[in-house]
């Protein structure tokens, strides 16, 4: 029993590692993301001094808008989930397949052809063809400012997971410290 106590012990050792390791990273990239919006912000501020208040806000904004990326969510065998930050217009393996119902009229009144669905136009072109460079900063920024928060989102799942696993060991070692004795 006190070779499985010794186990116990550097399992719990090599975990309560890992552990402060991803608190680490988690708040550097806490830092990172933090700067990064601070210095979106600061671009958008720039670019609206030198187009104009008016020129860079709400109105500017298209009438119908798509979002260029999205996050998805994956869960690993450990049941662990990570969230990953993918093009729009890639499809997953469950979205490839025909776009159109099984069954189709063949014949009838035709209509217009729909327009295929394409990539989502770059949001900077609402301001117009030659933006000032703070604002493609700006959006840099908070492109990288997205990536950083499913990333730091990935990280607090670890985390969480760990220290339910760490708890886990930690009442198996009482249990075999109180059992031995």
């Keep these: 029993m006190a070779m499985g106590g010794q186990d116990l012990r550097a399992e719990l050792d090599s975990l309560l590692l890992q552990l402060l ?3 680490e990273e988690l708040e550097t990239k806490r830092v990172a993301l933090n700067a990064r919006v601070e ?3 600061l671009s958008l501020a720039k670019a609206r ?3 104009g208040t008016k020129s860079v806000g709400p109105l500017q904004y298209a009438y119908c808008m798509e979002p260029r990326v999205c996050v998805r969510a994956s869960e690993d065998q ?3 989930r990570t969230f990953r930050v993918v093009r729009a217009d890639a499809q997953t393996p469950e979205e490839v397949g025909p776009r159109e ?3 189709r009229r063949r014949k009838g009144p035709t209509k217009t052809p729909e327009p295929e669905l394409s990539a989502p136009q770059d949001p900077l072109n609402w301001f117009g063809i030659l933006v000032p460079h703070s604002l493609r900063q700006a959006q840099a920024s908070f492109q990288d400012g997205l990536q950083l928060a499913a990333d730091i989102a990935s990280l ?3 985390i969480d997971w760990g220290q339910s696993q760490f708890q886990g060991l930690q009442q198996k070692l009482k249990q075999l410290e109180s059992g031995a004795a």
């Design 21 to 23: 390791r991803d608190l």
């Design 39 to 41: 210095e979106g912000w």
């Design 156 to 158: 607090q799942t670890r």
């Design 78 to 80: 450990d049941g662990l």
């Design 101 to 103: 119902a099984a069954l």
């Design 49 to 51: 001094y030198a187009m």
